[in-house]
Antibody, heavy 114, light 110 residues
Framework: QVQLQESGPGLVKPSETLSLTCTVS????????WSWIRQPPGKGLEWIGY???????IYNPSLKSRVTLSIDTSKTQFSLKMNSVTAADTAVYYC????????WGQGTLVTVSS | QAVVTQEPSLTVSPGGTVTLTCGSS?????????PYWFQQKPGQAPRTLIY???NKHSWTPARFSGSLLGGKAALTLSGAQPEDEADYYC??????????FGGGTKLTVL
């Protein structure tokens, strides 16, 4: 069974860059769509973007100018970088594999605060 | 970018049936949107119930089913159980364009 695990700093200062990694086990990373999704406290889910195993990306237009996704098939990892963060970026961040089904990581809380 | 609309809240009686819907401001939802349905309980990560309109994961209870209904994606729960009380989100995932979540439906079993 495929498993996904998010990792990265839980606290980021305003104006700095948020960096998260999703490590995939139990399945190949050289297929499917690999997404990042976030959920601010008490709010709904927001799709950030996906990277296809070929490296092609699609981003949420509202975040596109600040977000970069990358994939490292040799490490079975994919990553999220979001620059110029503010308190509004405080959220639980999830990674997800999709295509013929969807598997989620457990999520990681990132707080933006000085 | 389309806005995806769900009922903010619904209530179902134990053993009853309820249908949650997922509409798009861009027009009718079709199988080409590859609709997903996720269940989220407090403090937990979302769990996928339905993908590609009506396909279930191995863990999806048989009482949940997905369909297209009146230009929307639909999730029907037949024989509601107390443990089905949760938030439910749909996702429309067209190929090559940004994906969009609905705002979620808070389902109460009462």
């Amino acid at each position: 069974q495929v498993q996904l695990q998010e990792s990265g700093p839980g606290l980021v200062k305003p104006s700095e860059t948020l960096s998260l990694t999703c490590t995939v086990s139990g399945g190949a990373i050289s297929s499917h769509y690999w997404s990042w999704i976030r959920q601010p406290p008490g709010k709904g889910l927001e799709w950030i973007g996906y990277i296809h195993y070929t490296g092609s990306t699609i981003y949420n237009p509202s975040l596109k100018s600040r977000v970069t996704l990358s994939i490292d098939t040799s490490k079975t990892q994919f990553s999220l970088k979001m620059n110029s963060v503010t308190a509004a970026d405080t959220a639980v961040y999830y990674c997800m594999r999709s295509f013929k089904g969807a598997y989620w990581g457990q999520g990681t809380l990132v707080t933006v605060s000085s | 970018q389309a806005v995806v609309t769900q009922e903010p809240s619904l209530t179902v009686s134990p053993g009853g049936t309820v249908t949650l819907t997922c509409g798009s401001s861009a027009g009718a939802v079709t199988s080409g949107h590859y609709p997903y349905w996720f269940q989220q309980k407090p403090g937990q990560a979302p769990r996928t119930l339905i993908y590609d309109t009506n396909n279930k994961h191995s863990w999806t209870p048989a009482r949940f089913s997905g369909s297209l209904l009146g230009g929307k994606a639909a999730l029907t729960l037949s024989g509601a159980q107390p443990e089905d009380e949760a938030d439910y989100y749909c996702l429309l995932s067209d190929s090559g364009i940004p994906w969009v979540f609905g705002g979620g439906t808070k389902l109460t079993v009462l």
